[in-house]
């Protein structure tokens, strides 16, 4: 049994796929999109696969245009639970906006989300970029981006407090003395800041991981020093090898900065495997996706990205880059970022760009043989580009079928992946330690209990 | 013999821990950390629906209530509870409480309709506003609002929801491969609220649920619970000491329903009650008595001294509840408990300690005590009299006290013509008997509406 680093992957779930066509294909399960069957078995597939954890993207809002694609949401803690009930081992992972909870709701759900599961949540810390949201919860306006984090950065703060109100020894429950806590190991968190004041503590017993893992899926320059701060594992987008060595190395860089230990903080790209016995059958398959999209729907999509409306303009002539200047939130966007980046490297045509796009939304598509794919992987994970992957199948279920019937077991001959879990918890899966309570080392506090 | 055509009761559990029982958690057969063990309140969810009960119900407040020495404190948030428990579960219908001062309607109606997707049309929300300052100073607020702005939301907040809710048709995704249109545009709506307490454009991010609209349950009992109860509730939790207290809390309730233009039939009435069940009377009362013997009395005065807006020391053990009490007109928190314990007290000229004991099995509700026939006596009688449309079981010991129940009670409720033997549908408004709302904004289509 091999003792080396070993890759750590997700299943990143949407519902139909992550192909923005997915839902169109023949092999999609688009009936089931709103049946938690189907979810519960995706995720025991991936628990089988001994993957560390799946994840659901949320926010609270819907695209105005339905037309093309299904974009609505299940709730990510209801869903999450439903799945927690299915499963015993594989880590659940959901977002949740810092913008549109308040921070002892949300505290809470994931403490409740983390007893249930016995150990395995884990929050993606978003900030919500979507626009749309702001309507929803009687704002004006989007706030902008770096009031966002800053509301984010103390959001985490008070959640953190929250989840150590209790301390892992306040359950006394003797049952022939009648004391079934020890107040004196609960505590009052008297949180006063410029975005919240919560006096707490929380009504739910610390919970088996501590604190759920925290998770961050922003690459903005704003979003990296939170993500360097704060989170454990980071989801990012990067289209080549080169980018995410340098975010890798960047991120970790300050972590290490900031006196964190590097191995701390996981750095996990998407990629989107399209598998072929061949490459050439690999590309047909991708082919067959692209076709079955609906420029009208993508357009709409790199309009919100790039400030541009493209309806108009000969699909196949080249991308219009002089129309293009970033400004605002989408100057501090790092997927706007990402897009920008494609057109000055590859000249794509606009259809091109779309089908680029239409992939993943973004993230690293890749078609090839088991080998191929597998090879990738690798090679992003023993040059500093990666700690693992949230693997973002094109269409749901055969797209990860596929990986995990093909691709995993090459993984696994090579070393690189686990068997068996070594452990029950998220935090265990992906090697992170479990914090004790921040009030655990208060010895100013009087005991009850002599 | 088998009497057809009887009016039917509606029975839900009530799941609290390790029972109603503030003291239920000492008794050996207990397990100390039942409230954040979800196996615990699965296998009770399945208990229940083994009795062919309407439903299971949490009740919830966003604040650790703060005598943690005492009992049992700290639970798992409801809503997510709720769908591990639907996983477990096939028919029973599932109700949490959630608050509409500390939540916001988009993300409220949201978890609500997911329970409601994830349940196959099983979930139901008890509409609280949470009285207390305590649950104020996590929110950011000094104290809590007042009692009529806190209603006065509440009633704004429901609206949002029914919107929301309402915002996608029953039809609006067709999800068409071949033509490549997932969504009917039109079919899809902002709501576009603009009110005091809210402002909410829509629509919500999740298509129509099996219910349409998860149940609205309410349980306050003071004047502005009812009246927010009359215009929205589909079924009413209340804590009633006395069958002439709830046959005129049921008019009261009824007649406000009539008066709002609703049939009086859509709004079900479930007084609670609290269970001890013995194969004989005596065994009954030996388990009451050993129950109200693990009180631990400091503590539960200081609760009460809370309630009463008194000092403890005020509430001597032996002598009875001082003369000089506010008017319930001076309560801002939980009005309607607040009136039933001082009346109780008074009514029966109980000490502090009597009184302490009487609430500490159901914290106001009633106590029926003895054997599986005088307990089906008991609910047959306040159903017969107009004072219930059914029952809030809360066992004072769980599980064993809701396996004395669905085992014993429930079949002799069941040959009496009071109680199905099996369920006829498969969502809680089927359990109910209440119709699934069309949508307010969209064209019914008749197999949606029957679905």
Known sequence: ?450 | MTVIDRRKLHLNAFLMSTGHHEASWRLPESNVHANTDVRHFQRLAQIAERGKLDSIFFADSPVLFSDVGRRPAGSLEPTVLLTAIAAATERIGLIATASTTYNDPFNLARRFASVDHVSGGRAGWNVVTTAGPDAARNFGLEDQPAHRDRYERAAEFLEVAYKLWDSWDDDAAPADKASGVWGDNDKVRPIDHAGRHFTVRGPLNLPRSPQGRPLIVQAGSSEDGKDLAARYAEAVFTAQQTVEDAQEFYRDLKNRTVAVGRDPDTLKILPGIVPVIGATESEALRLERELDELIRPEYARAQLARTLRVRPEDLPLDQRLPADLPDEDEIEGAKSRYTLIVTLARREQLTVRELIGRLGGGRGHRTFTGTPEQVADALEGWFDAGAADGFNIMPAVLPSGLEAFVDHVVPILVQRGLFRSDYAGSTLREHYGLPRPVNRYGSATPEAVSA
């Open chain 1, 1 to 450: 049994m091999s003792t080396a680093r070993q890759l750590k992957l997700n299943l990143f779930v949407y519902p139909g796929g992550h192909h923005e066509a997915a839902w169109r294909h023949p092999d999609s399960a688009i009936d089931r999109v709103l049946d938690i069957e189907y979810y519960q078995d995706l995720a025991r597939h991936a628990e089988a696969e001994k993957l560390d954890a799946v994840f659901f993207a949320d926010g609270p809002s819907l695209a105005d245009n339905i037309r093309y694609a299904s974009r609505f949401r299940l709730e990510p803690f209801t869903w999450l639970s439903g799945i927690a009930a299915a499963t015993s081992r594989i880590g659940l992972i959901g977002t949740a906006s810092t913008t549109y909870l308040e921070p002892y709701n949300a505290a809470r759900m994931f403490a409740s989300l983390d007893h249930l599961s016995k150990g395995r949540a884990g929050w993606n810390i978003v900030t919500t970029g979507a626009p749309d949201a702001a309507y929803n919860f009687g704002l004006d306006g989007h706030p902008v981006h770096a009031d966002r984090y800053d509301r984010a950065r103390e959001f985490v703060d008070v959640v953190t407090k929250l989840w150590d109100s209790w301390e892992d020894e306040a359950l006394v429950a003797d049952e022939d003395s009648g004391l079934f806590a020890d107040p004196g190991r609960i505590h009052r968190i008297d949180h006063v800041g410029r975005h919240f004041r919560v006096r707490g503590p929380l009504n739910t017993p610390r919970s088996p991981q501590g604190r759920p893992v925290y998770v961050q899926a922003g690459s903005s320059e704003d979003g990296r020093s939170f993500a360097a701060r704060y989170a454990e594992a980071i989801f990012t987008a990067h289209q080549t090898i080169e980018n995410a060595q340098e975010f890798y190395s960047d991120i970790k860089r300050r972590a290490a900065g900031i006196g964190r230990d590097p191995s701390q903080l996981l750095v996990l790209p998407g990629i989107s495997p399209f598998i072929g016995s061949t490459e050439a059958e690999a590309l047909a398959l991708k082919e067959e996706f692209d076709e079955l999209t609906q420029p009208a729907y993508s357009l709409d999509l790199l309009r919100r990205l790039l400030g541009v409306d493209l309806s108009g303009y000969d699909l196949d002539g080249p991308f219009p880059r002089e129309l293009v200047a970033l400004e605002g939130d989408r100057a501090d966007s790092s997927r706007s970022q990402l897009v920008l980046d494609i057109v000055d490297r590859e000249h794509p045509t606009i259809r091109q760009l779309l089908h680029r796009f239409a992939g993943a939304r973004g993230h690293w598509v890749v078609a090839g043989t088991p080998e191929q794919v597998a090879d990738e992987i690798t090679d992003w994970f023993t040059t500093g580009a990666a700690d693992g992957f949230n693997v973002m199948p094109p269409w749901l279920t055969g797209g990860f079928d596929a990986f995990a019937e093909h691709v995993l077991p090459l993984l696994r001959a090579r070393g690189l992946f686990r068997s068996e879990y070594s452990g029950s918890t998220l935090r265990e899966h992906y090697g992170l330690t479990r914090p004790p309570s921040g009030f655990a080392d208060d010895t100013s506090i009087e005991r009850n209990l002599a």
